[in-house]
């Protein structure tokens, strides 16, 4: 594992501080902690049988506060350990909520515009697709599988240390075609209801937008009139890439067994399954389903369609 790959998983480096924490604390509990506690109870009994003697001896004993001074310093723990100890449940609770619960994330891009935009943070659910063992993301226990219109979270197949977010178009075995900028599911036409222009904000551009019906999901998606329909010169060559028919007016594609098909709802302005291939089970990360904050644009908190 390459070192940009540690440093670009957070779950590994929570889980490697989390052992490390955890460790010392175990460590200090059931040994170190005792060790001190013998210590202080040998030097206390030192100090106890000074001052009797001295007392028998007619010489004034130390004053009692010695006694909790000794024993005090004595008990006290060292600095990295008593860190380490007030680390170890934080950095654990956080690393159980992340893994197995929720997960935060940050729009970097904007593919899935006008759903998600620039600075969306937004909230995964990591449970909903079944539990994963951290880190290693294995599949442990089925919950659901990804649906048709799912806005979902995945590790990216050409760079795993990226976490990639898309809808979902295409489940095993669907058949996907693309052409003219129109997406048909199994034979089926995907329906679509023309909406006002929207306004970039990234630039004082109109895109023509569009509500996509997709198995019941309505959600909004953009057209760049002008761009065509896919760019072939941009697609890679990717696992199980015959099941995929390429043309000038678009695609067809069936969807391999544990893969599937991703696409931006900036369906212009979106790198996705269109030109690097299925995303498989394993990748997946979970489902997301809320703007919990967009510190430009308080209006965007909410669910997400």
């Given at each position: 594992m390459s070192l940009q790959v540690i440093l670009g998983n957070f779950a590994l480096i929570l889980f490697v501080l989390m052992v490390l924490t955890g460790v010392i604390w175990c460590l200090d509990v059931f040994y170190l902690a005792k060790q001190r506690r013998a210590a202080a109870d040998r030097a206390l009994a030192d100090y106890d049988a000074r001052n009797a003697r001295l007392s028998a001896e007619g010489v004034k004993a130390e004053h009692g506060g010695s006694r909790a001074t000794i024993e005090a310093a004595l008990l006290r723990q060292p600095t990295w350990i008593e860190y380490s100890g007030s680390f170890f449940p934080v950095i654990a609770a956080v690393f159980f909520l992340r893994s197995f619960l929720y997960e935060p994330f940050k729009i970097p891009s904007g593919s899935m515009v006008p759903t998600l935009v620039i600075g969306d943070l937004i909230l995964v659910n990591k449970f909903t697709y079944g539990i994963r063992l951290p880190v290693l993301n294995k599949k442990v226990i089925d919950v659901n599988d990804p649906q048709r219109g799912d806005v979902m979270v995945f590790k990216y197949p050409?760079?795993?240390?990226?976490?990639?977010?898309?809808?979902?178009?295409?489940?095993?075995?669907?058949?996907?075609?693309?052409?003219?900028?129109?997406?048909?599911?199994?034979?089926?036409?995907?329906?679509?209801?023309?909406?006002?222009?929207?306004?970039?904000?990234?630039?004082?551009?109109?895109?023509?937008?569009?509500?996509?019906?997709?198995?019941?999901?309505?959600?909004?998606?953009?057209?760049?009139?002008?761009?065509?329909?896919?760019?072939?010169?941009?697609?890679?060559?990717?696992?199980?890439?015959?099941?995929?028919?390429?043309?000038?007016?678009?695609?067809?594609?069936?969807?391999?067994?544990?893969?599937?098909?991703?696409?931006?709802?900036?369906?212009?302005?979106?790198?996705?399954?269109?030109?690097?291939?299925?995303?498989?089970?394993?990748?997946?990360?979970?489902?997301?389903?809320?703007?919990?904050?967009?510190?430009?644009?308080?209006?965007?908190?909410?669910?997400?369609?």
């Open positions: 050409r760079d795993m240390s990226q976490d990639y977010i898309k809808r979902v178009i295409g489940v095993p075995g669907d058949k996907i075609a693309y052409e003219n900028k129109r997406l048909t599911v199994n034979g089926k036409a995907v329906g679509y209801t023309p909406l006002d222009d929207y306004l970039d904000d990234e630039q004082p551009v109109y895109h023509k937008q569009l509500q996509e019906n997709l198995a019941g999901v309505p959600h909004r998606i953009l057209n760049d009139e002008p761009a065509p329909t896919l760019n072939l010169h941009q697609v890679y060559d990717f696992p199980n890439k015959e099941a995929c028919d390429y043309n000038e007016d678009g695609f067809s594609c069936v969807v391999p067994e544990g893969n599937y098909f991703m696409m931006g709802d900036n369906r212009d302005n979106s790198a996705d399954s269109r030109y690097w291939g299925f995303v498989p089970n394993k990748n997946i990360v979970g489902k997301a389903f809320l703007v919990w904050m967009n510190l430009g644009n308080l209006k965007r908190i909410g669910g997400i369609q």
